[in-house]
């Protein structure tokens, strides 16, 4: 049976491989876009300036392009979730090995000085049970604890 630390080391390598793939390919992108948009500015100086042909053949670059950014849009979205991917397995990996505490935020921004039970709300380690997810979610939580109840949650 294989241990959850060596699972997590192979999908970590595996996720950083994907990373490094797709950081190229996006790269790569990059340089097609601005190769067709120079190559389209060209065309458009010939149709344009000299009437070497009729400008609807421009469309054609055009739409390429707008193509390409989708596609340039769609390896960059898989880009971030491979990093969120390589993030998540470190933080695994970090609380498998016991190396987690400290690495995540300390809360601090949530601290009303003002409020009688701030300091005591933080009973479990709500760093850790939180699992870092987005801050929007803490705040929300956090934000109907300390502030005064209104009609609509009555």
């Not at 390598?13 to 340089?31: N, P, T």
Request: net charge positive; charged share 25%; proline share 3%.
């Amino acid at each position: 049976m294989i241990s959850p630390a060596t699972a997590y080391a192979e999908r970590l390598r595996a996720r950083e491989g994907q990373v490094h793939a797709l950081a190229r390919r996006s790269a790569q992108l990059g340089y097609a876009r601005l190769s067709l948009a120079a190559g389209t500015l060209g065309l458009a100086w010939c149709s344009l300036h000299l009437s070497l042909f009729t400008a609807w053949w421009l469309s054609v670059p055009i739409l390429s392009f707008a193509g390409l950014v989708l596609h340039h849009l769609r390896v960059q979205r898989s880009h971030e979730a491979a990093e969120r991917g390589t993030a998540f397995y470190r933080r695994g990996l970090a609380r498998l090995e016991d190396r987690w505490r400290g690495l995540g935020e300390s809360g601090l921004r949530f601290a009303d000085p003002h409020h009688v039970y701030a300091a005591d709300l933080d009973l479990f380690d709500l760093e850790h049970l939180a699992g870092r997810r987005e801050p929007g979610v803490r705040l929300s939580h956090r934000h109907r604890l300390f502030s005064p109840r209104t009609s609509v949650d009555a």
